[in-house]
């Protein structure tokens, strides 16, 4: 009868809300359960002890927020390449969670590659700032020529 299909469809729609709003509860407490040891002031204050004033910054987006007072290019939203040439950053941090696992696994391995190799090349280690929620996060200060704006051979 018609009751019986509407009465069915109604159930039918309420459990399927129940499960959706049921995942996603779950969802967010495991990604709480995750976050539980994020301390984004902490890890933000102890990357920033690392960075000297007036540094042009390469990094994850996620230390924008409160490292801003450098000059700050998230490599998400900008090449390598392309803020060399605008913006001539100095200092690199690498290797945060974004970096190493990215949305899908590889998704930034070649530009994690391409800065190690730049970094070991042209730059000295800062410091590192490990973080179970962050990432094993690595601080280094790279130099160009000051007339070509390449990257320097020479000794920092």
């Known amino acids: 009868s018609a009751w019986v299909k509407g009465r069915w469809r109604i159930v039918t ?7 959706v709003g049921l995942s996603q ?10 976050g539980r040891h994020a301390d984004y002031p902490e890890l933000c204050r102890r990357l920033d002890a690392l960075i000297p ?7 994850g987006m ?3 927020m409160n490292l801003r007072h450098h000059t700050y290019v998230p490599y998400m939203r900008m ?13 690199l941090i690498l290797d945060d969670w974004v970096m190493v696992k ?5 998704e930034w391995d070649a530009l994690r590659h391409e800065l190690h190799a730049f970094a070991d090349e042209h730059g000295t280690f ?9 990432g ?11 007339v070509s704006r390449t990257p320097s051979n020479s000794a920092l």
């Open 79 to 91: 090449s390598w390449e392309k803020a060399v040439e605008q913006f001539h950053p100095n200092i």
């Open 13 to 19: 729609a309420s459990g399927v809300i129940c499960l």
């Open 136 to 146: 094993d996060l690595k601080v280094y200060k790279v130099s160009y020529d000051s």
């Open 102 to 106: 990215g949305s899908w696994p590889g």
């Open 126 to 134: 800062l410091g590192g700032v490990d973080n179970p929620f962050y």
């Open 25 to 34: 509860l779950a969802g967010n407490m495991a990604y709480l359960w995750k």
């Open 62 to 64: 996620a230390f924008w």
């Open 53 to 59: 004033p007036g540094s042009t910054v390469y990094g």
